[in-house]
């Protein structure tokens, strides 16, 4: 009898603990939500879109934030308040949403003139920008984000060897390139 | 309610007699205006703290009943209302109806205002008639303390305003600075802190001062600060003011006003006297009248304590108190922000949908992040990271996990609006 009665109590707590510890780990990502949209589906043109990005993409970039080994804006600072089982849980709760394609529009005639020169993304961000493994989803993000991004890694604002590639383009051919990804929205 | 408590209640207070006015019928006054069936949230307060948490509690759980009770027909953002009153921004980009709540997750919107409340059996009187509740969660915002001593009063707010609720008082200080005549002068009195928005003061001082340079106006704006500094991203303020605003804006700090003359707009204060051709007096704060009314108030108190656990008030039972109504020092260290009351929306919501389910809720986790412009194109910002600390029982900062920039930056002035575009969405959509 005691050790049902134990054996109960047991049951009990984990299952308390277990609940527990689940909405308490959804807690750490609804506040994101303030800048980035609900589960991760950003409207703002600077922000980018977070939910349905690639998992092991995010668990990255919220690494290189915390370590400072990414510039950013406030993300340098509040990647600080997540622990690394934190960050997995962060990159793998809206890497389970829904992409939702932003709805800023794009230039139809740079979209034509970033597509003729896109092969090069291929290798990393796959045929259609949909991204692999740790190389992001870029298809369907805000031209102004994607833009923005690629000119700094021109300027060396970031810094990565797979981007080093943009410095051999112009501006403009940078801006149809972000405009194509953009463009890419299924 | 028996008819008996029903009475004396009324006898005893006055709000009680000024509602059974408003109806003109008694049996309005004691009608549900929506019978309850199910288990029901009631949320007073359709700002930042009440749309997300009535949007989170449906999130979390849809069987839930959820009623949003809000006096005004349209949500107006103070957000990006000070590039409204500089001319950036329209009215309409900072206005939104209600109607995507109602559609998205089935909340129940009721234009109405909360006018007492009957804890002991869980029932709101509204304008619109009476409603019962499992749990009532107030976000009300600010309330303006008048003071007869200086002379100021709300009746002065149309030539006076404050513009520290978005609407009609944002469109005032619009119009009045777009009239504002060559070398004319604005003054900007900031509020004693605690009050709403740390920062918003200087940043609409900054694009006040802007405004003037822009336009060649040669005039300045004045800031008459009563702390005893700049209280929030002071460094970077100041830094944009020696750079940008020699000229066209000066600041006073530990600034006592001891007397405002609307009719000649002259500020009399502890150090000398001002005269402005705007005066954009904003003043002492403490929480809503609403919060007041409903008796969240202690005695001598001008906020309202609450569980920083749980949100739910010191004073009451099933009533939970959150935004800026909150006492700081209750919940811990998070500033009076539009984004800590997004934040603290979903820790209510969770707070409220667990206890109804007989769970016990998770630790609240709240940011805050807040850009503020320093002209036309460049902005700076503040944020943090907060967490329930066991030991202290108060949500308080993450070390390390705060701060502000190096230095304003314009990709920081396009973070603002797409930030403002997304705490939009989250709250209202």
Redesign the interface.
Known sequence: MKVRLTFLLFLILTT?SF??AE??????V?????????DG???????PIIGGQKADYLKKVMEEYKNDEKAG??MN??????SDERINFVANYFSSKKWVNTNKIYDNNLANKGKKIAEVCYDCHGKLGEGIEAYPRIAGQPV?YLK?VLLDYKNSVLKSDEMSFVSEYSDDDLEALANYFSSIRR | MSNINRRSFIKNTTVGVAGLSIFGCAGKYHSEVIPKKGKRVIVVGGGFGGATAAKYIKLNDPTIEVILIEKNSYFVSCPISNLVIVGLKDMNYITFKYDLLEKNYGIKILQAEALELNPENNTLITTKGVLKYDKLILSPGIGFIEDNNIGYSLNLTDKIPHAWKAGKQTEILRQQLSELKKGGTVILRVPKSPYRCPPGPYERASLIANFIKRNNLGGKIIILDSNDDVTSKGKLFKAAWNNFYRRELEYFSQVEVQNIDAENMIIDTNKGKIKGDIINFIPNQKASNTAFKLGLIKEDKLWAFVNSYTFESEIFKNVYVIGDSTNTGSVGTVPKSGYIANSMGKVVAESVVSSLNGKMPPKPFMANACYSMVSDTEAIWVTAVYEYNENVKRTITIKGASGTPKTRSKIDAKHQLSWAENIWSDTLM
């Open positions: 308390v609940v527990f909405t308490g780990e959804k807690r750490i609804v506040i994101c939500a303030g800048c980035h949209g609900t589906a950003s409207v703002g043109d600077s922000i804006s406030v600072k509040i990647a600080k308040g997540y102004f923005q």
